[in-house]
């Protein structure tokens, strides 16, 4: 079973405006979440991550929340840029594994709309 | 919810002797797999991408000869270092996406960590 769920296959959003990704959790042993950006034909790269002992981190205009009592974890992008339409993925790891299994979660299609 | 297996989970090996390395979607049939490598700041680095019953495509600097990936069903990928050194050492992570769906829906493995004497 999926331990980490983006449910929005897709989302399309206007340039200039918020975009926000979703990510939920099932595992209570998560305690360090990451999300990555892949372009077609590319490997998903590193964006931002936060620790479960904090409830948000901003990196210019990339920002995780995380709520640890629901099991949920969000990216807002803002202003969105054309250059952000990508498939993001959320990943949560545990430190009972070092910190370096990953469970990624199927991820979301992103399309900025000029 | 569809599944991806690697196996072995963690292998150590000596320098010099080959690997294999397989992932299984357990309850889906896969028509594309894809193989990673992690690298320091949990960076993923797309080493190949395997159809099944065609050769895989690898990414430029990916030694074909070295990784040698077999998709020979539609639920298992292997990928097997030959002749593996101590600079192969690395967390190697599997995704799949679901046969006869369009989409970006990938389901990724929970990754093999080898290390090279």
């Known amino acids: 079973d999926q331990q980490v769920k983006q449910n929005s296959p897709s989302l399309s959003v206007q340039e200039g405006r918020i975009s926000i990704l979703n990510c939920d959790y099932t595992?209570?042993?998560?305690?360090?979440f990451l999300w990555y950006k892949k372009y077609p034909a590319e490997g998903p790269t590193f964006l931002i991550s936060?620790?479960?002992?904090?409830d948000k981190n901003e990196d210019g205009r990339f920002t995780v929340f995380l709520n640890k009592s629901a099991k949920h974890l969000s990216l807002h992008i803002v202003p969105s840029q054309p250059g952000d339409s990508a498939v993001y993925f959320c990943?949560?790891?545990?430190?009972?594994?070092?910190?370096?299994?990953?469970?990624f979660g199927t991820g979301t299609r992103l399309t900025i709309i000029p | 919810g569809a599944v991806v297996s690697q196996h072995p989970s963690r292998v150590i090996c000596k320098s010099g002797t080959s690997v294999k390395i397989e992932c299984r979607s357990l309850?889906?049939?896969?028509?594309?797999m894809f193989w990673y490598r992690q690298f320091p700041k949990k960076s993923l680095m797309l080493m190949a991408t395997?159809?099944?019953?065609?050769?895989?495509?690898?990414e430029q600097g990916v030694e074909k000869d070295k990784f040698l990936i077999n998709h020979a069903s539609l639920t298992l990928s292997t990928l097997t270092v030959t002749s593996a050194h101590p600079e192969d050492s690395s967390f190697y992570i599997c995704?799949?996406?679901?046969?006869?769906?369009?989409?970006?829906?990938?389901?990724f493995g929970p990754g093999t960590r080898l290390t090279v004497l």
């Open positions: 995704s799949a996406t679901l046969a006869g769906v369009v989409g970006d829906t990938q389901y």
């Open positions: 595992n209570s042993m998560f305690d360090y």
């Open positions: 936060i620790s479960s002992i904090k």
């Open positions: 990943a949560a790891s545990a430190l009972d594994f070092g910190n370096e299994k990953l469970t």
């Open positions: 309850d889906f049939q896969a028509t594309t």
């Open positions: 395997s159809n099944e019953g065609s050769k895989a495509t690898y």
